[in-house]
């Protein structure tokens, strides 16, 4: 499979990998660039909120940010759309990925909450349209069927490497800051913590998509339309004529079920349930006694010697035990669900070549409609390791279908509405709708449980609002799989409706 794209006519076989290359990498960081929010919202929050990150201010601030974002990329991802049909796939693309590299370096030297919101919507926003002129680009530089779901299966697996390798990022830093308190005292931030070197990180792809974009092609079948004035004007409202309007809205509902079990379930996991779980626990309950035997350590030490220094270092670990463990495993589970997300992207690729596209869906649908509630109702208190493994498999049937709406949205419009129509179902109803599911978690249903009962209850207070909103979307979403169009003839041609 991997020499099907060296085949391909009109590239030179260096450029066509080359291609390969900058898709791979654009999704990478895609994914990237939107995660590191959840593994970093709750420490950023408390820290400009001033409260601890347990707080109901912080459980608020992290479902509200959620939606917030996906909001602002959804209207500007819309916009997006549009200017990739007009102005071309490859310049759209350029731009958005510069809009997501520097906006998280921005928002490191945050000193109010109003700026971290800012500049995570515009990380949203730079993300939201280059997804989609990503895909769009590539579906037309690889006209032949089985070339282009290779092509396209393939690169979009790597995006889930981005959310494993923010979590080996993040990992990393807290593991230096563990050992060195004061980071790299010699860069201007704010404070030293480990939420702000990880946002500057972001600048990555930025540097590497401006050395290899000058390398690779605009879209073929796009220019030369645009050169022969035969390219269409993309309307709006022609999504919703009696040709498109079926697949305009079916597309547009999978979509936002997709990132409603996102954003209403995964996303909130390592942020906001994490702190309930049982491992956690056990560090609350032995964190007093461990801070009370290195404090009389202390004072037993004489000061000034190296049995004084050790014995320092022992208390100031034992006071931020719970905090280390905490952030640790966020870290894992992030990385579980995101190994769950890459499996599940290599799957979609393998059986894309083989199975019927309106069965492929439901291979993935089936299983969440079932494994989101045990999950969240049954598994989140029980044992760590089967946690975990459930984590695994829910990011693997969501993620898989992100691969599916990805692959699927380029054959079903034409190609002067392929940028529009692939972003209006990304993004009203992914970005718009499916992310309101994380205020509809923590705000509307973790409400409801244990009524009258303290802040400790948060963390089980989503996890339950998690079970319910994942059931309900992967039910929905196998509903609408039975009313997918088919993808577009050669000659472009929308079927009736």
Same mark, same amino acid.
């Given at each position: 499979?991997?020499?099907?794209?060296?085949?391909?006519?009109?590239?030179?076989?260096?450029?066509?990998?080359?291609?390969?290359?900058?898709?791979?990498?654009?999704?990478?960081?895609?994914?990237?660039?939107?995660?590191?929010?959840?593994?970093?919202?709750?420490?950023?929050?408390?820290?400009?909120?001033?409260?601890?990150?347990?707080?109901?201010?912080?459980?608020?601030?992290?479902?509200?940010?959620?939606?917030?974002?996906? #909001?602002? /990329?959804? !209207?500007? *991802?819309l =916009?997006?759309?549009? @200017?990739?049909?007009?102005?071309?796939?490859?310049? $759209?693309?350029?731009?958005?990925?510069?809009?997501?590299?520097?906006?998280?370096?921005?928002?490191?030297?945050?000193?109010?909450?109003?700026?971290?919101?800012?500049?995570?919507?515009?990380?949203?926003?730079?993300?939201?349209?280059?997804l989609?002129?990503?895909?769009?680009?590539?579906?037309?530089?690889?006209?032949?069927?089985?070339?282009?779901?290779?092509?396209?299966?393939?690169?979009?697996?790597?995006?889930?490497?981005?959310g494993?390798?923010?979590?080996?990022?993040?990992?990393?830093?807290?593991?230096?800051?563990k050992?060195h308190?004061?980071?790299?005292?010699?860069?201007?931030?704010?404070?030293?913590?480990?939420?702000?070197?990880?946002? #500057?990180? /972001?600048? !990555?792809? *930025?540097? =590497?998509?401006?050395? @290899?974009?000058?390398?690779?092609?605009?879209?073929? $079948?796009?220019?030369?339309?645009?050169?022969?004035?035969?390219?269409?004007?993309?309307?709006?409202?022609?999504?919703?004529?009696?040709?498109?309007?079926?697949?305009?809205l079916?597309?547009?509902?999978?979509?936002?079920?997709?990132?409603?079990?996102?954003?209403?379930?995964?996303?909130?996991?390592?942020?906001?349930?994490?702190?309930?779980l049982?491992?956690?626990?056990?560090?609350?309950?032995?964190?007093?006694?461990?801070?009370?035997?290195?404090?009389?350590?202390?004072?037993?030490?004489?000061?000034?010697?190296?049995?004084?220094?050790?014995?320092?270092k022992?208390?100031?670990?034992?006071?931020?035990?719970?905090?280390?463990?905490?952030?640790?495993?966020? /870290?894992d !589970?992030?990385?579980?669900?995101?190994?769950?997300?890459?499996?599940?992207?290599i799957?979609?690729?393998?059986?894309?070549?083989?199975?019927?596209?309106?069965?492929?869906?439901?291979?993935f649908?089936?299983?969440?409609?079932?494994?989101?509630?045990?999950?969240?109702?049954?598994?989140?208190?029980?044992?760590?390791?089967?946690?975990a493994?459930?984590?695994?498999?829910?990011?693997?049937?969501?993620?898989?279908?992100?691969?599916?709406?990805?692959?699927?949205?380029?054959?079903?419009?034409?190609?002067?509405?392929?940028?529009?129509?692939?972003g209006?179902?990304?993004?009203?109803?992914?970005?718009?709708l499916?992310?309101?599911?994380?205020?509809?978690?923590?705000?509307?249903?973790a409400?409801?449980?244990?009524?009258?009962?303290?802040?400790?209850?948060?963390?089980?207070?989503?996890?339950?609002?998690?079970?319910?909103?994942?059931?309900?979307?992967?039910?929905?979403?196998?509903?609408?799989?039975?009313?997918?169009?088919?993808?577009?003839?050669?000659?472009?041609?929308?079927?009736?409706?």
């Open positions: 499979m991997s020499s099907a794209p060296s085949t391909v006519p009109g590239l030179p076989p260096l450029t066509r990998w080359l291609v390969l290359l900058v898709a791979a990498i654009g999704f990478l960081f895609d994914t990237y660039e939107l995660l590191m929010f959840p593994v970093i919202g709750a420490q950023a929050l408390a820290e400009l909120l001033k409260v601890p990150p347990t707080d109901n201010l912080v459980r608020e601030w992290i479902g509200r940010m959620l939606w917030i974002a996906a #909001l602002a /990329g959804g !209207i500007f *991802g =916009l997006g759309g549009y @200017l990739i049909d007009v102005l071309g796939r490859k310049k $759209v693309m350029i731009g958005s990925i510069l809009v997501y590299s520097l906006s998280p370096v921005a928002a490191a030297y945050s000193t109010e909450l109003w700026q971290l919101v800012l500049f995570r919507c515009t990380t949203f926003i730079g993300v939201c349209v280059e989609i002129a990503a895909v769009t680009w590539l579906a037309e530089l690889f006209p032949d069927k089985k070339q282009r779901e290779v092509a396209i299966g393939w690169t979009l697996a790597c995006a889930s490497l981005g494993i390798f923010v979590t080996m990022v993040f990992q990393g830093i807290v593991g230096y800051m050992d308190p004061d980071g790299a005292a010699w860069l201007p931030l704010p404070t030293h913590v480990a939420w702000r070197y990880m946002l #500057l990180t /972001g600048l !990555i792809p *930025g540097a =590497l998509i401006l050395i @290899l974009m000058p390398f690779v092609p605009e879209s073929g $079948v796009w220019k030369a339309k645009k050169l022969a004035g035969t390219l269409k004007r993309p309307r709006f409202g022609e999504l919703f004529s009696p040709q498109l309007r079926r697949t305009t079916v597309t547009t509902l999978l979509s936002a079920c997709g990132y409603a079990a996102a954003f209403g379930a995964l996303q909130l996991t390592p942020a906001q349930m994490v702190p309930g049982p491992v956690i626990e056990q560090v609350k309950k032995e964190a007093p006694e461990k801070v009370k035997t290195a404090t009389e350590k202390v004072k037993s030490a004489k000061e000034g010697t190296d049995e004084r220094n050790v014995a320092e022992e208390l100031a670990s034992a006071k931020n035990s719970v905090k280390n463990a905490t952030d640790a495993k966020r /870290g !589970i992030q990385l579980w669900q995101e190994l769950g997300g890459l499996t599940g992207r799957l979609f690729a393998i059986l894309l070549l083989y199975v019927a596209s309106r069965t492929l869906i439901r291979i649908l089936l299983p969440g409609v079932i494994l989101f509630p045990i999950a969240y109702l049954v598994l989140y208190q029980g044992d760590y390791t089967v946690f493994i459930a984590i695994f498999f829910c990011g693997l049937v969501t993620v898989a279908q992100f691969s599916y709406v990805s692959e699927y949205l380029p054959k079903v419009f034409p190609v002067h509405l392929r940028g529009t129509g692939s209006f179902a990304t993004n009203v109803g992914g970005r718009m499916g992310t309101m599911a994380a205020i509809l978690n923590t705000e509307i249903l409400p409801m449980f244990f009524p009258g009962e303290g802040p400790e209850k948060n963390p089980m207070r989503v996890a339950q609002a998690a079970a319910i909103i994942g059931a309900v979307v992967y039910t929905v979403a196998l509903v609408l799989s039975f009313l997918l169009p088919p993808a577009l003839s050669e000659e472009e041609t929308p079927p009736r409706a």
